[in-house]
């Protein structure tokens, strides 16, 4: 049996991300350079035989992923269980605006606090449960292919974490693993205990127009 390989993509960089507010349900769309960001990482993926492309539905992931299916003429399967986390109160809210007005929630956010739900929002576990549930569903559907999901930096800091077996049930608060806008988490995976890491925020296909070519490049 062929290993299935997963691709975890960060959405590109929003008109939010810009003004550096977060993002969480709200529908802000891809910059200039976010959909620039997106059509360089449509390019390299290409080359990569994906057989699926998913998507969270909020539409600066879309859009993103909007490139990349018209390259290689597949649908984009969009889902909420791949949305951001969904920040309540701090939608729209720089972190200085967040910390002054909501210093519980934002200070619970900021350090990880993985059972803390946000006011009007949701925690990380519950965004892990419904992540988690779709992605296993996907590797069922898809094993032995080359999948791509486009998401977003908390959804998929928390899917790296449970795919690296870094995060259970008694886990309280967790390290945070930065993805750059587009980019990429690369999987391989051979069984639920056989899933190997290939890269971690791959940027290479970015590095025109951010002049690094690292795999941890911001």
């Known amino acids: 049996m ?5 691709f975890l993509v960060r959405h590109g960089q929003s008109d939010g991300n810009a003004e550096g507010r977060f993002g969480g349900h709200s529908p802000t769309p891809l910059s200039d350079l976010g959909k620039q960001q997106a059509e360089m990482t449509a390019r390299a993926l290409a080359k990569e035989k994906i057989h699926a492309i998913y998507s969270s539905d909020l539409h600066r992931a879309v859009q993103t992923a909007e490139p990349l299916a018209k390259l290689i003429d597949l649908p984009i399967i969009a889902t909420p269980a791949f949305r951001e986390r969904k920040v309540g109160v701090l939608e729209g809210l720089t972190f200085d605006e967040s910390k002054a007005a909501h210093p519980k929630d934002y200070y619970a956010l900021i350090n990880r606090n993985i059972h803390h739900v946000i006011t009007n929002g949701e925690s990380y ?3 892990l449960r419904r992540a988690t549930l779709e992605l296993h569903e996907i590797l069922r559907t898809h094993q032995g292919e080359n999948v791509v999901i486009f998401s ?3 959804a998929i800091c928390y899917l790296t974490l449970y795919l690296i077996g870094a995060i259970n049930r008694q886990t309280k608060t967790t390290p945070w693993l930065v993805t750059s806008n587009c980019g990429i988490n690369r999987f391989e995976i051979r069984g639920r205990n056989n899933i190997r890491v290939h890269a971690f925020n791959d940027t ?8 690094n070519d690292s795999f941890g490049a911001r």
Not at 204 to 210: E, G, P, V
């Open 2 to 6: 062929q290993p299935t390989r997963l």
């Open 204 to 211: 290479r296909h970015l590095q025109q127009i951010t002049g």
């Open 125 to 127: 576990r519950q965004l």
């Open 152 to 154: 977003h930096t908390g």
